[in-house]
């Protein structure tokens, strides 16, 4: 069983930044997915970013590209995810979620394991 605890939300205005952190805890696989969604209200849960804990292979939306950076800190099993130049469109609330298989790192339904969120908004 995988627990994730998010932190580091907050209100911020649009150019701004915020550094958000998932801490994983009781799993003993080698390596995970882990992604961070976001959800507005009204809206479907989207993908943001991903990253391969194996080898550090990372995925983006388009809408966050050269925005967003996903990192990880393997010492501290945490991974975090950069938000520079924020948008009143990236106000949602972003979760952690973690898979020990692949496939498609984009589908919410891959991931087993999800964080209880943590939520960020940009104001203009």
């Known amino acids: 069983q995988v627990q994730l605890v998010e932190s580091g939300g907050g209100s911020v205005q649009a150019g701004g930044s915020l550094r958000l952190s998932c801490a994983a805890s009781?799993?003993?696989?080698?390596?995970?997915?882990m992604g961070w969604f976001r959800q507005a209200p009204g809206k479907e849960r989207e993908e943001v970013a991903v990253?391969?804990?194996?080898?550090?292979?990372?995925w983006y939306v388009d809408s966050v590209q050269g925005r967003f950076t996903i990192s990880q800190d393997n010492a501290k099993n945490t991974v975090a995810l950069q938000m520079n130049s924020l948008k009143p469109e990236d106000t949602a609330m972003y979760y952690c979620a973690a898979s020990q298989v692949g496939g498609n790192v984009f589908d919410p339904t891959t991931y087993s394991y999800w964080g209880q969120g943590t939520q960020v908004t940009v104001s203009s």
């Open positions: 990253i391969y804990t194996g080898d550090g292979r990372t």
């Open positions: 009781g799993y003993t696989y080698s390596s995970l997915y």
